[in-house]
């Protein structure tokens, strides 16, 4: 692989770089053989090659771990045991491992990234064509170069996968899905960054030649190359870097580290680079000229860890009590090494003084006699060369006779009054010693266990079984001279939350510092969460290029990244400045260049003068944490090179050892996933900065740095029909990304050409053509931007594009640079694949049968659809929302449409509480959420493609959380912000129960908010329905809207109210009628005949009941009967009021009037 990759790193340099010697580390536990030598410094850390286990998320494949941006070098490259052994496969894959060796060179080296479009490593923002508005307005492949002989190809997805040719063409472009196969070479000669690398023909970086045309670097493409690097060629970048900067005979030296099991082998490289003044070709060489040599070194007995302490004792270090520091710090480092470990002592002021020898630690004697001399005092000169001078002395004076392979310790404020350690330096280098430096300021404390200013602390550790470690207890130490309070946990440490208290026992306050050292159980099965964390630059002269200071940092647990924890550096600043305190962030923008991969990064800008600034990074797990099992990486890998035949079968090999080759279009853009962290409370440091020199006329405080390049510029969204797109972006800072800027300038043109080569003469975007967003008014750095801008149409064409880019200005003036380029195609046409033949690529999910007949599945009762994919339940507790966006866009618009909705239902059941709320009572002031986010989903089996092209169908349903925050009632803010809490540790205790939103609800609430809802999307919203189900009945929703309903039964049930009053009131005049003619003709006989009574006795029995038969009629006025929508009369105390919904009759009492038939 070395001797393949030494040559054809020669070929592709242009002649200036070859590998000229590589040392492999053997493990010390294989055979000793006598011509293995010392290994030197050779640490794992330090490794710029690992040959390890298998990463599960990217293997087989090789990849280098990329944490800062362009230009700038990799963290590792990373192969497989299986990929350097099997020859054959890999070959045939993905080439000869020399070149690519040397791909991952380019990442890992020059700080390059991949031309392809890479679905791991660039998922957010993978597109396999886009259209170039230059010349005749066609599809292009986003390929470097275009000399490639290629095809159009989508997946089929099965087992094994079929491709089969898209439908479209380079004039309306391909259906949606349709990807690039590279099938040939063609004319090409580069991209070693593109590849595929199995084509022989490809032997250059890309450059910006345009009389090379198989080797011209594509600008337009958007790949994370051009995204990250300016569209810069790849040749471009690197003729920037020192390799290629007239340097002469340039020595690097670099690592390769085999570790396979339980074993290491490290692998040296010494890379020759030859240039001359002027950057030309140096002579030709020949093979064995450039065939690098190998050394095999193997850790010995004489190989033991050596670490001498070179401690500041002059007197600057009296200010702040940094000597006490400087004590606390040796003292802690003493009490935490393992036994076995050489150390030696040196103190320097003006001149230097051997402290103690070097002496292996063995027991607690050795321990003590070392802590005894940490009581120094400070005073005189300073003169750091002096002490590491001194400090070289003491590591060689060990039985191995050499220095090669030690550690030196520099504790030092850094204030230096001579200039010996520029000379020390080379000699240091030379002689294979490590110098780790820490600065020591105002609130530096280093890696200190326990520190006070004064001495007077109690401190209590409660371990997860309640079993508390105190001042009393054996494992309980304190060091009153060094002010350090050490509790050593015996045996393995109870795993769960440990608690500490700290009592100040003295009057005044006190500054302290608590720090928690572990050690890994190898013994253990769950492997532990690990952070690791550095900088970007060791060293700055920021007169000569002024760059800021970044941080990173790590967490994993094994291969797997940690996203969404809580990152913080703590910036130690000469001076004895107050530190300053920055979260670093997972977001693919500022400092940090891939989102959601586990590693944060922050640009830190506050510099108030030359020194060393340090950095410490925290971690936490706020409950927010996510272990990632399948994860969108901040990794460039190697390119597979798939050969398919005619009829879409796969020729290439399936797998390498156990990893089957990742295939392009096979579960590519899925989402990520993972598991819930445990809790977690981590610390590292990432060392230290020495800025050497600042700008001429430079004042604290100055507003150094511009807002930070946006990089992660995309179109979420386009619409053809109104001639609308969608921008979003991750808003950058005032300073970096740190603030907010002042306003953005957003440009447009008809290529993206247009805009790299002449931004500011492009078309600017005005307010008036932005329908959400504010020019004038970012958001804070950190935040997501969204614009809805509309464009003018071109009607003559089926498919159009604009290019956008922007940059940002802050508040002194200073302008960003130009993001990169997103382009925004609008297609009134998108060619649709017909339907495949019998049953190819049809897979039946959910328990579903494939019936052979007829090619379709036979699903269970509780799924539906062509492949069984929806979920019944969800359907019969969703909403169906048409969007009149592509299947593509559509799978874009999810996450914005998810919480528009969520915000949408909270909107609705504020002002219909009764609805949501059922049986919740009075609510005086309705606060909290309905819903909340994740409570809103998206159902099995959606998106769809719509009949149209243009259109697809999403069902969304939600789930009602235990006890909704909106729904606790009315009652004190105090004990409502105490129910909250309450309701809040349930749900981390309990999972929620799976109780839908009833579909009603739902329905009435996305509808109410229609044009809410397409605001946020950006798009038109062609109807809100509910889904249909299979065997269900068919109800066909009402189109009428719900308040409309609400009126009509209203004004019905008034006018049926209406006509039986009227009726009532037409019957009781006409009883009234016949009364009084019965009377007047009852009168007028007793003036003739006399009273009938006194005539013929009592009258005959009449139809009308008698009061005993009439009491069941009469109705208690507490117990009276109401309708909705019904008034009653007014009541009496002796009032009987009685409504039925059955014929009945009515009789009312009067207070002196005896009974009477209405």
């Known amino acids: 692989m070395f001797r393949e990759g030494s040559t054809f790193l020669y070929q592709a340099t242009r002649q200036r770089v070859f590998f000229k010697n590589v040392t492999i580390l053997i493990p010390s536990h294989w055979t000793t053989q006598p011509e293995y030598g010392s290994p030197g410094r050779l640490t794992f850390d330090t490794a710029d090659v690992i040959i390890a286990q298998p990463n599960p998320l990217w293997a087989p494949e090789p990849y280098t771990q990329q944490i800062q941006g362009c230009g700038q070098p990799g963290s590792f490259i990373h192969f497989t045991e299986d990929f350097i052994t099997d020859d054959d496969d890999v070959t045939d894959t993905y080439g000869e491992l020399g070149r690519i060796l040397v791909h991952e060179w380019g990442h890992y080296r020059w700080g390059l990234f991949n031309e392809y479009p890479d679905d791991v490593g660039d998922a957010d923002h993978v597109t396999h064509f886009y259209q170039s508005m230059e010349g005749n307005q066609s599809w292009k492949p986003v390929i470097c170069s275009q000399e490639y002989q290629w095809f159009p190809k989508f997946t089929v997805q099965g087992d094994p996968p079929l491709f089969k040719e898209c439908v479209g063409n380079l004039t309306d472009g391909y259906q949606a899905g349709c990807q690039v196969l590279i099938q040939g070479a063609g004319q ?16 250059n970086f890309c450059d910006d030649d345009s009389d090379d045309p198989g080797n011209l670097h594509n600008r337009e493409a958007p790949n994370k190359h051009n995204r990250l690097c300016n569209s810069r060629s790849a040749w471009e970048v690197m003729r920037e870097h020192d390799d290629f900067k007239g340097l002469s005979e340039y020595f690097i030296q670099f690592f390769v580290l085999f570790h396979r099991t339980n074993f290491g082998l490290f692998i040296n490289i010494w890379s020759y680079t030859i240039t001359t003044a002027d950057n030309s070709p140096a002579s030709n060489l020949n093979v064995a000229q450039i065939k690098p040599s190998f050394d095999l070194v193997q850790a010995g007995t004489g190989d033991e860890c050596r670490v001498v302490l070179v401690l500041d004792t002059s007197g600057s270090m009296r200010t702040s009590n940094r000597i006490d520091k400087v004590n606390s710090a040796a003292t802690a480092f003493v009490n935490l090494v393992d036994d076995g470990i050489w150390i030696g002592i040196v103190t320097f002021t003006g001149s230097p003084t051997t402290e103690h020898a070097l002496t292996q630690i063995n027991t607690q004697a050795d321990r003590d006699s070392l802590r005894d001399i940490f009581q120094l005092i400070a005073d005189g000169g300073t003169c750091i060369g002096c002490g590491l001078e001194r ?5 060689m004076d060990h039985p191995s006779g050499s220095a090669d392979g030690g550690i030196i310790v520099l504790m030092t404020d850094g204030q230096d009054s001579g200039i010996q350690n520029h000379i020390i330096r080379q000699t240091l280098q030379d002689m294979g010693v490590r110098v780790n430096t820490m600065a020591i300021g105002e609130d530096t404390y280093g890696e200190l266990n326990l520190i006070a200013q004064e001495t007077g602390v109690n401190v209590e550790i409660t371990q997860p079984n309640n079993a508390t470690i105190t001042s009393g207890n054996q494992q309980y130490t304190v060091d009153t001279t060094r002010k350090v309070v050490t509790v050593a946990v015996d045996g393995l440490a109870m795993s769960g939350k440990w608690l500490y ?12 510092t608590f720090s928690v050292y572990s050690r890994i159980n190898m013994l253990e099965e769950e492997e532990p969460i ?3 964390s550095t900088v970007g630059n060791s060293i700055m002269d920021l007169s000569s290029k002024l760059e800021p200071l970044a941080a990173y940092a790590q967490i994993r647990q094994g291969s797997r990244p940690v996203v969404n924890a809580v990152v913080r550096a703590v910036v130690e600043k000469p001076g004895g400045s107050p530190a300053d305190i920055i979260e670093l962030r997972d977001d693919g923008a500022g400092a940090d260049i891939t989102a959601n991969d586990g590693i944060y990064s922050r640009f830190f800008t506050n510099i108030i003068g030359t020194g060393f600034y340090g950095i410490r990074t925290t971690y936490e797990n706020d409950g927010s944490a996510i272990i990632l099992t399948r ?5 460039s890998r190697v390119q597979a090179a798939i050969r398919v035949t005619d009829d879409g079968m796969i020729i290439s090999p399936g797998n390498i050892g156990s990893y089957e080759v990742r295939l392009p279009g096979v579960d590519s853009n899925q989402p990520l996933q993972g598991t819930p962290a445990p809790s977690f409370t981590r610390s590292s440091s990432a060392g230290s900065t020495t800025i050497t020199n600042l700008p001429a006329g430079f004042t604290p405080g100055q507003d150094l740095f511009p807002p930070n390049r946006v990089q992660d510029l995309r179109v979420t969204m386009t619409h053809v029909g109104n001639q609308t797109l969608v921008l979003s972006w991750i808003a950058p800072g005032d300073d970096l990304d740190t603030g907010t800027a002042t306003s953005y300038d957003i440009r447009m043109g008809n290529s993206s050409r247009q805009l790299l080569d002449d931004f500011t003469n492009t078309t600017r975007v005005s307010s008036s053509s932005i329908l959400k967003g504010n020019l004038t008014s970012p958001s804070p750095s950190g935040s997501l931007e969204t614009f809805v801008i509309m464009v003018p149409d071109m009607p003559e064409l089926n498919s159009f594009s604009y290019s956008f880019a922007l940059r940002a200005t802050d508040d002194d003036g200073k302008t960003s640079q130009v993001s990169n380029v997103a382009i925004a195609t609008f297609r009134r046409v998108v060619p649709t694949a017909p339907p495949p033949g019998p049953c190819i690529g049809i897979t039946c999910l959910n328990g579903g049968e494939l019936e052979d007949s007829n ?5 269970s009762e509780d799924f539906q659809g062509n492949l069984c994919q929806h979920n019944k339940s969800q359907l019969r507790n ?10 593509t866009q559509c799978e874009q618009l999810l996450n914005p449409l998810i919480s528009a909705s969520s915000d949408q239902l909270n909107v609705y059941c504020l002002s219909n509480l009764a609805t949501c709320c059922p049986g919740g009572g009075v609510f005086d002031r309705p606060q909290g959420e309905y819903v909340r986010e994740e409570d809103v989903m998206i159902a099995d089996g959606y998106p769809i493609l719509a009949d149209q092209s243009d259109g697809c169908y999403v069902v969304l349903y939600a789930i009602r959380p235990n006890e ?9 803010s105090k004990r409502r912000k105490r129910s909250i809490l309450e309701i809040h540790r349930k749900r981390r205790q309990l999972p929620d129960q799976l109780v839908y939103i009833p579909q009603s609800l739902l329905l009435d609430a996305l509808s109410s908010g229609e044009v809410a809802l397409e605001m946020a999307v950006g798009t038109d919203i062609d109807s809100i329905t509910l889904p249909r189900v299979e065997g269900d009945p068919l109800i066909e929703p009402s189109t009428v809207p719900a308040y409309l309903i609400g009126v009509i039964v209203a004004i019905v049930t008034f006018s049926v109210i209406v006509i039986l009053c009227l009726c009532v009131s037409c019957a009781r005049m006409s009883v009234r009628n016949d009364a009084l003619k019965e009377r007047d003709f009852n009168r007028d006989r007793e003036r003739s005949d006399g009273p009938r009574f006194m005539r013929d006795g009592p009258p005959p029995p009449r139809n009308i009941p008698s009061i005993s038969e009439r009491t069941h009629l009469q109705i208690n006025p507490s117990q009276r009967l109401r309708q909705p929508g019904h008034r009653s009369p007014p009541q009496g105390d002796d009032d009987m009021y009685a409504v039925a919904s059955s014929p009945m009759s009515i009789y009312h009492r009067p207070d002196v009037r005896g009974d009477m038939l209405y």
């Open 501 to 512: 208290s700290i009592e100040n026992a003295v009057t005044g306050s006190q500054s302290v």
């Open 391 to 395: 400090g070289l002395e003491v590591l």
């Open 964 to 972: 909704p925050e909106l729904c606790m009632g009315s009652g004190s």
């Open 530 to 532: 690990v952070v690791k």
């Open 878 to 887: 969703g909403v169906q929302i048409h969007l009149q966006v592509n299947i």
């Open 631 to 635: 994860a969108r990486t901040g990794i």
């Open 188 to 203: 090409a000669s580069g991209s070693i960054m593109h590849g595929p690398l199995t084509y022989s023909n490809i032997v």
């Open 855 to 859: 090619c379709t599945c036979l699903c």
